[in-house]
């Protein structure tokens, strides 16, 4: 990002407020993600969420230019808070309320952290080899696929009011 400044100084003080303002709109967004989330569903919000995720990172691998390229790190503002709202919900939605933060710490948050762990030197070892642009697109067409499969997947939103969908209870 900085090497598309005049000065290396220019391009971090840049991304440094374009990062500041990256944290604002997450946060404006975790206002409106409630209501996104109970007007499509938690399905469709995990689906939306990681279509823009998809959509970032292949546009990662595309664009060109200061402006491009901040727009395209400014779509995590909109993915980031139905993201977390929608994992909250579709988890009381199809599991014992009592395990939803369980979940989202194990499921989620762990989860994601030793995928990262495992992934990160594999995308290192792909831009040394291919380059950042088709490394980008990769793994960009990789969400988009496991995106999709989540479409079959994952229960409808009203899953949990079916009598023969079985719960998890608490230990």
């Not at 969420?49 to 390229?69: D, N, Y």
């Not at 989202?104 to 952290?113: E, I, Q, R, W």
Request: glycine share 8%; with cysteine; aromatic share 14%.
């Amino acid at each position: 990002f900085s090497s598309q400044f005049a000065t290396p100084q220019e391009g971090n003080a840049m991304y440094g407020y374009l990062n500041s303002f990256q944290v604002f709109l997450e946060a404006a967004g975790m206002f409106c993600a409630p209501w996104l989330v109970n007007r499509v569903g938690a399905k469709n919000g995990l689906i939306f969420a990681g279509m823009v995720m998809a959509m970032r990172m292949i546009a990662s691998g595309l664009v060109e230019g200061p402006l491009l390229i901040s727009i395209t790190k400014l779509l995590h503002a909109v993915e980031l808070p139905v993201l977390l709202v929608a994992i909250f919900k579709y988890n009381s939605l199809n599991f014992d309320k009592r395990l939803s933060s369980t979940l989202y710490l194990v499921g989620f948050a762990c989860t994601s952290s030793v995928i990262a762990s495992v992934l990160s030197p594999l995308a290192g070892y792909s831009y040394e080899k291919y380059g950042f642009a088709e490394s980008y697109l990769f793994m960009g067409l990789l969400v988009f696929g496991i995106t999709f499969i989540s479409m079959f997947l994952l229960r409808s939103n009203n899953a949990s009011a079916d009598p023969q969908v079985p719960q998890l209870s608490a230990i």
